[in-house]
């Protein structure tokens, strides 16, 4: 395993930082039956993951942008640790607390879930991930409800706990996520993992992680064979989750030990030390032993807050004791500095900068002044804290100066209106991973889709053969107020800019242009095929807020084949998050139906409008109460997702008028399509 950027890890060390919104810094000691728990959340390339979820019994935390997390009274006794982050694969460490202890768990490794999802209707069908490393057959079970299947190859590292004592995971482990989860199947599915690095004729015992006791349990026997010319190990499994391959460690495991100390002298105190395959703290005296070691060639890598990371090589032996001591060297430091005024340019005495990786505090001068001294050269975030205002941060690396940060005062209420008449008034658009993004701030009175139809057909076959079938005249609408508003949509098709379009069909496929078959709805050209963007708002200050409202007016036109909520196909989604620093988004509002219509297994170019299925679309107003974020600094979000490729032919999403104001939320507006309330919607498989 090659590192390719070790950033420094951050633990806890004789402290502890708490930042809970704006709330400030603090911590807690230990005692009479209670202790300190801290721990480090990375990915398998080793930078930290922030905001992932901690729980530990009743007590949750959130990862800092260090990847840190830490409890402070937590009862002592043994504990389980959950951890989870969006995106990522989910994993669980134990560790045993003491009264007045400050204990640190292993480190985690969290593995980036596949991009693939695979629909699996009751009659079965088969799930791969995006290499082709790992399927799974799934029997027809009619008893068994639709399944959406995301198949990960897990490395070793990011195993959710360390194989039994005395035993090695084979190649990868596989993680097998599925909506609804927690699904046991009544009928086995067969389970294939290629590319495998140990490969025997012998059976081979599969396991599964049961994340109620931490435990891997045996599942079933598998055996290796070939797959498309590679070898595969196959097995028969009824459970989804977490899958492994796991053997006994032939003839016998060794172990590595040995102390981590600073090049200066001296042990050092919460020092992580892991392999591929198992993890380790040192205690009070630098020492640390890694037990049950598979054989062979490994790297041990050792890292402690404010050194440097360093890796070593050791070739285990059976029964063999190892030693592998690590000599860290200090990390360079510098410093950081800067002024802190309100929004009025004034000065602020007395307010308090914590730099949040490594745990510095200064306090501000008469001048406004701060400086934090001694500050290891990793990026960081210096959040500032001072009585009547928000609290605000910004990133730095150090040494630097002038991180001037400016506060809101917490008295202030403001309200928001954005007609877009002056410009984009603050909203952002971001693009997808393709650079797709639609949305942008479109004038109407001078736009040539004013006047011409939507214009998404073909006539290379001497006859119009239309693709989408429309019910107004296919035109852009007339905005709800002024002459401007933002649209998820195109103006021209892409390659092809002599064309005047209104759809978010962006490349057209050349097979869906050379068909004389109406009704398609459109395909794009593939890859990529799916579009997507977000369109974000600037920052709103809830403060002083007692409720909290969100309002704007709406007209689109979308696929009518699937729009359904569950489906995933042109998606229009409205987020909301608070900060800074905004990093979870929550879903408040969802404009898609709670069902398809009747009628959509056979036709293909109608359209979902805001004025209902197969009808003209009209301008709706939707509200949202924003009561639970009153008091915080907000943005929002709206997001626009295609899917897939399919019925992209239409005019797309159009925004106007957006309200935010400090009003009871009331009555629905004529049109409101709110439906969080409802449940999900089911996966139909798509056509």
């Known amino acids: 395993m090659k590192i390719k950027k070790l950033w420094l890890l951050a633990y806890f060390l004789g402290y502890a930082v708490f930042l809970g919104g704006c709330g400030g810094a603090g911590g807690g000691g230990g005692g009479g039956g209670v202790g300190n728990l801290s721990g480090t959340v990375n990915n398998t390339s080793y930078n930290p993951i922030s905001n992932a979820d901690i729980v530990v019994g009743s007590a949750a935390a959130k990862t800092l942008s260090n990847g840190k997390y830490s409890f402070t009274n937590i009862p002592a006794g043994e504990k389980n640790i ?53 399927r799974i057959v799934f029997p027809n079970d009619g008893a068994r409800p639709s399944l959406d299947v995301v198949l990960t190859n ?13 035993k090695q995971f084979i190649s990868y482990i596989v993680y097998a996520k599925t909506k609804p989860d927690n699904v046991i199947l009544s009928s086995p599915a067969k389970l294939s993992v290629k590319n495998l690095t140990s490969v025997t004729n012998e059976a081979i015992q599969f396991y599964r992680f049961d994340t109620d006791t931490l435990e891997w349990r045996p599942m079933a026997t598998g055996y290796a064979s070939t797959l498309e010319g590679r070898p595969t190990i196959d097995v028969n499994t009824t459970y989804m989750g977490w899958i492994a391959a796991i053997m006994p460690i032939s003839p016998a495991p060794g172990t590595i030990k040995g102390a981590v100390s600073a090049s200066g002298g001296g042990p050092i105190f919460g020092a992580n030390v892991w392999t591929y395959s198992s993890y380790a703290v040192t205690d009070s005296s630098g020492q640390y032993t890694l037990n049950f070691m598979p054989l062979g060639t490994t790297e041990v890598h050792a890292s402690a807050l404010n050194y440097s990371s360093q890796t070593k090589v050791v070739t285990v032996e059976p ?97 928001y209106s954005f007609t877009f008449e002056a410009g984009t008034e603050g909203f952002i658009a971001y693009a997808d991973q393709y650079g797709h993004n639609f949305w942008h701030r479109q004038h109407y009175d001078s736009s040539p889709l004013a006047t011409n139809p939507q214009n998404y057909f073909n006539s290379s076959h001497g006859a119009i053969t239309r693709k989408v079938y429309l019910k107004d005249d296919g035109i852009i609408p007339t905005p709800e107020g002024g002459s401007y508003y933002f649209w998820y949509g195109q103006t021209t098709l892409e390659g092809n800019p002599a064309t005047v379009e209104a759809s978010y069909i962006g490349a057209q496929d050349p097979g869906d242009v050379t068909t004389t ?62 900060g800074p620093p905004y990093t979870t988004w929550n879903l408040i509002g969802y404009l898609n139906p709670y069902e398809d219509p009747a009628w959509n297994i056979t036709v293909s170019g109608e359209a979902y409008t805001s004025g209902g299925f197969n009808k003209p679309g009209i301008w709706v107003q939707h509200n949202y109460d924003l009561t639970p974020y009153a008091g915080d600094i907000i943005k929002i979000r709206f997001s626009f997702n295609t899917g897939d490729r399919k019925y992209n032919g239409f005019r797309g999403w159009f925004i106007d008028d957006i309200k935010v104001g400090n009003s009871q939320f009331g009555i629905f507006s004529v049109g409101n399509n709110d439906i969080l309330h409802y449940p999900p919607a089911k996966a139909i498989p798509r056509n």
Not at 103 to 130: E, R, W, Y
Not at 350 to 356: F, H, K, M, P, S
Not at 364 to 392: E, H, K, M
């Open 319 to 415: 029964l063999g004791v190892h030693t592998a001591n690590f000599s860290l060297v200090a990390a360079s430091q510098g410093n950081i500095s800067g002024t802190v005024r309100n929004y009025y340019d004034s000065i602020i005495e007395g307010a308090r900068v914590v730099d949040e990786s490594f745990g510095n505090v200064a306090y501000t001068d008469q001048y406004g002044r701060y400086t934090l001294y001694n500050v290891p050269l990793f990026p960081t975030n210096i959040w500032v804290y001072a009585s009547g205002f928000i609290c605000a941060s910004r990133e730095a690396t150090a040494p630097a100066s002038g991180i001037d940060l400016a506060l809101i005062p917490s008295a202030t209420v403001h309200s």
């Open 82 to 134: 959950t951890i989870n982050a969006s995106g990522y694969t989910p994993a669980y460490r134990k560790a045993t607390i003491t009264g007045g202890s400050n204990v640190i768990a292993d480190i985690a490794f969290l593995q980036a879930l596949d991009s693939k999802t695979t629909p699996i209707p009751s009659s079965g069908g088969t799930a791969t991930n995006t290499t082709g490393i790992v």
């Open 517 to 578: 078959e109406s009704g398609t709805g459109g395909e794009s050209l593939e890859p990529p095929g799916a579009n997507s963007g977000t369109l974000e708002s600037p920052a709103l200050n809830l403060t002083g807020y007692t409720f909290g409202k969100l309002s704007f007016w709406t007209w689109w036109e979308i696929e009518g084949k699937n729009p359904a909520q569950g489906h995933g196909y042109d998606e229009m989604l409205i987020f909301v998050s608070k």
């Open 154 to 166: 897990v490395d070793k590292i990011a195993a959710p706990l360390n194989a039994p004592e005395k």
